[in-house]
Each structure stands twice: as structure tokens, then as C-alpha cells.
């Protein structure tokens, strides 16, 4: 569909991934509502509590990066095939049920700036619910075909070893920062550059940039799990609907923290102060804030913002093999646009 042929007004926006006015934002927003049509009807239950329940989080609001990946990258295809939107329901699916799952770890109080769904009925309630979408998010591969229920099983599989591998954090004899960085490609790059993957497949462009993709995908993945930590750290929660401090009271090795780590013990003393106060006792407001506000102060978490940029620099050069034009510069601003944000 092009501008001339709109029907009624697009109730999402593409962002800033194509030039406002341009064809390609007006085909990403009217493939935007058609998934957030299919989302919700992918989660639909009979019975009230797992109705609303699995509707919490998506009602919430959300970037929808991942069905936008998927669409983008459909774009070297067929975009407006309904497999295209299928597949961007579904990993957008895959990724609110790993939300539900996470927040109940995390014990984090808000999400996208409602209460977390663990807050409203509880964590049995949330762990199912994450489950109940996941079950969906299957239903949906299922009907793509086999190709896709293998990418949605090696994509998961990743995804939760990745989650687990942060649990049990890096071995005696491993960097940390190697560690930490390996986890974030798994749990988030792993889902992001499946996107990618599924909109090329299921919009049947060429299977030559898949691997070009994937590797973008993965990368930006990292970039985007890094610009997290600092969102973290520097955000408040009017914007990024997260409750600040919450990696650092949950005790999460960011990379800002072990960035603190490694020049403390270099003998870094400001940096040795601020350890101090994040190993400290968090429970209090007080105590977070005074630790969140020191470490965000600090020069490592610029040298973090760094990092995440310029892996969002290496996902940009993976796209050289991609032909230039709208697809690829609309690529490039998406990796900017996630590390540059802040919710
Ligand atoms: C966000 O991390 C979490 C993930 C990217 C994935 C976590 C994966 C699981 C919880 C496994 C789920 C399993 C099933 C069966 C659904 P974060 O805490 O760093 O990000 P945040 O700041 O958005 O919370
Ligand atoms: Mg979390």
C-alpha cells in the first residue's frame, strides 16, 4: 500500500526508520497495525483472567523493535504478505512472554509503565501467563511451517541459556566483561536477529542476506541490551516506564558495574568508592538512589555508552553486503535509534 491509497488513518508510527513522509514509513506503520490486530487476537482466551491477564503487558505500550525489524527486513521481499505479519506477531509474542518471565525474576515493579503483571495477580499468575503466550507465539510458527518452528525452537533455546548463563555468572577463570557480553548476544541478540531472519524468509527476498542479517541483528541486539543498562542508570521513570536502579538492586553485572569493578581494582579510587556503595545494603530508596546517581556519574558509564555504540557501529558494517537504498539506511537508523534512546 502506498500514501495514495490509504484507507483510514494508521493508528502506530514507524519511527525513526524512514523518512516520515516516504512510502516505506507509510508501509511500516499500516504492517504495524496489522500486527498489533493480529497480536491481540493471538491472545485471546476465553475465560477473563488469562484474557486480561495476557493482554497486560501489550495493552502497556512497548517499541515493538522486533516486528519492526521483521517488517523492515521483509521489505527486501514481499512485505505485505501475511506470513510477514504472522511472523512479526510472533516474536513480538516470544518476547512479551520472556518479559513475564523476566519481571518475576527480576522482581522489577513496573514494565512499559503499568505494574508489572506479577504485582497485579501474583508470580504463579505471571509465569503462566507467560507461558500462555508463548503456547501462542508456537501456534503461530506452526501455521508458518516447519522452518519457522525450528527458528523459534534454536532462537529460544538461546535466548533462555543466554538468561541462565547470566544467573549463574561467568566462571572462575573467565572475563566477566566476555561473559556478560556473550549473555546479552544470546537473550537479546538471539531474538533480534531471528527477526530479521523471519522477515527475509516469510516475505521469500533473497536467502543471501540472511546470514548478513543475522549478524546485524545480533549485534544491534547487544547495542541494545548495553543502551539498557544506561537507561538504567540515567533514565527516570516517566520516560523509560522502568523503575531506575532496578539491575543494581537486583544485583545484575551490568556493564557500567563491572566496568566499575575492573578499574577499582586497577586502583582506580573513585571508582573503588562507588563499588563500595553498590555492594553496599540497597533495600532503602536512599541507598539505591545514592549508588545509582554515583555510578551514573562515573566516567565508566560513558565508556559503557561507548561500548554500546560501537557495536551498533559493527551491526551498521555487517549491512555492506546488503544492496543501498531506503531497506539499508532504514536499517542503519534503527541501530542508532537503539543506542541513542532513552526508554
Ligand atoms: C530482559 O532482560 C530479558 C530477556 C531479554 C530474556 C529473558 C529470558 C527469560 C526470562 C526466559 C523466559 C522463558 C520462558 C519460558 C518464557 P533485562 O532484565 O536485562 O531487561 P529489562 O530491563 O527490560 O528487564
Ligand atoms: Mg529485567
Redesign the pocket.
Given at each position: 500500500m502506498t500514501p495514495d491509497t490509504a484507507g483510514a488513518p494508521l493508528r502506530t508510527q514507524a519511527g525513526p526508520f524512514a523518512a516520515a513522509d516516504s512510502a516505506l514509513a507509510f508501509d511500516l506503520a499500516a504492517g504495524l497495525d496489522r500486527v498489533e490486530e493480529r497480536l491481540s487476537a493471538a491472545a485471546a482466551q476465553s475465560e477473563r483472567l488469562p484474557h486480561e491477564a495476557s493482554h497486560h503487558l501489550m495493552q502497556a505500550g512497548g517499541k515493538r523493535v522486533r516486528p519492526l525489524l521483521v517488517l523492515l527486513a521483509a521489505q527486501l521481499g514481499d512485505g505485505t504478505r501475511d506470513e510477514v505479519i504472522d511472523a512479526a506477531a510472533a516474536v513480538e509474542l516470544i518476547h512479551l512472554?520472556?518479559l513475564y518471565?523476566?519481571d518475576v525474576?527480576?522482581d522489577?515493579p513496573v514494565r512499559r509503565g503499568a505494574p508489572s503483571a506479577h504485582e497485579v495477580w501474583g508470580n504463579s499468575v505471571a509465569i503462566l501467563t507467560?507461558?500462555l503466550l508463548?503456547a501462542r507465539a508456537s501456534l503461530l510458527s506452526s501455521e508458518l511451517g516447519p522452518a519457522a518452528v525450528r527458528l523459534q525452537a534454536t532462537t529460544f533455546e538461546r535466548?533462555?541459556l543466554g538468561?541462565l548463563a547470566e544467573f549463574t555468572g561467568p566462571a572462575p577463570d573467565e572475563d566477566p566483561v566476555a561473559h556478560y557480553l556473550q549473555v546479552l548476544a544470546d537473550?537479546?541478540g538471539s531474538l533480534i536477529a531471528a527477526s530479521g531472519e523471519f522477515g527475509l524468509r516469510f516475505s521469500g527476498a533473497s536467502e543471501e542476506f540472511i546470514e548478513p542479517l543475522r549478524d546485524y541483528g545480533e549485534k544491534v541486539g547487544v547495542a541494545f541490551?548495553l543502551a539498557?543498562d544506561i537507561i538504567?542508570l540515567t533514565s527516570d521513570a516517566a520516560t523509560s516506564g522502568?523503575r531506575p536502579g532496578t539491575d543494581l538492586r537486583e544485583r545484575?553485572p551490568t556493564l557500567p558495574v563491572l566496568y566499575a569493578r575492573r578499574a577499582a581494582a586497577g586502583g582506580d579510587t573513585t571508582a573503588a568508592e562507588v563499588v563500595v556503595r553498590l555492594d553496599g545494603d540497597l533495600t532503602s530508596d536512599v541507598a539505591l538512589e545514592e549508588a545509582r546517581v554515583a555510578l551514573a556519574a562515573h566516567p565508566v558509564t560513558q565508556e559503557a555508552r561507548a561500548e554500546a555504540r560501537r557495536w551498533a557501529d559493527e551491526a551498521i558494517a555487517a549491512l555492506e553486503a546488503l544492496p543501498e537504498g531506503e531497506v539499508r539506511e532504514g536499517l542503519e537508523a534503527f541501530a542508532h535509534q537503539v543506542v541513542e534512546r532513552s526508554s
Open positions: 512472554a520472556t518471565h523476566d525474576m527480576d522489577a507467560g507461558d508463548f535466548l533462555v538468561q537473550k537479546t541490551q539498557d538504567d522502568k545484575v
